[in-house]
């Protein structure tokens, strides 16, 4: 479709289109955005540093659910079917139904989880700012 999404410091999640070089839509989300979003099967998610992960339509910009976790989310999500993935400055990796943003399971670190989980064929793989990599099936 030619957009591309980008979050921004002013807490806005921006839809912009390439060819035309105008912006679509925004959402305001209330909080700085710090990482980047993930844009798939018509949905962008993202999370901000207010700990909320949203899931916007990509075409319109309107909000389809937003899940509180309670600290900075400055972890890009992942996905691998319907389960969205990623962790908090709690040292907390999130999986959601990515469908409606419902947590299907948490698991606690020992430290800030500021990366994108890496998702594998059978395993999920989490890395944190305790020196240690996760393992997750």
């Not at 921006?14 to 679509?24: E, F, K, S």
């Not at 909080?31 to 990509?58: C, H, Q, W």
């Amino acid at each position: 479709d030619g957009n591309v999404y980008c979050g921004s410091w002013d807490g806005k999640l921006y839809c912009a289109n390439i060819r035309n070089q105008a912006i679509i839509w925004r959402y305001n989300s209330g909080g700085s955005i710090e990482s980047s979003p993930l844009v798939v099967n018509g949905k962008v998610y993202f999370g901000n540093i207010r700990g909320e992960m949203t899931a916007l339509d990509a075409k319109t910009g309107t909000v389809l659910w937003k899940t509180p976790t309670g600290q900075t989310i400055a972890s890009a999500p992942s996905i691998r079917g319907n389960q969205l993935f990623f962790g908090n400055n709690n040292g907390v990796i999130h999986a959601l139904d990515a469908s409606t943003g419902q947590i299907q399971w948490t698991i606690k670190t020992k430290g800030l989880v500021t990366t994108a989980p890496v998702v594998g064929k059978d395993m999920l793989f989490v890395t944190g700012l305790d020196s240690q990599v996760y393992a997750i099936r």
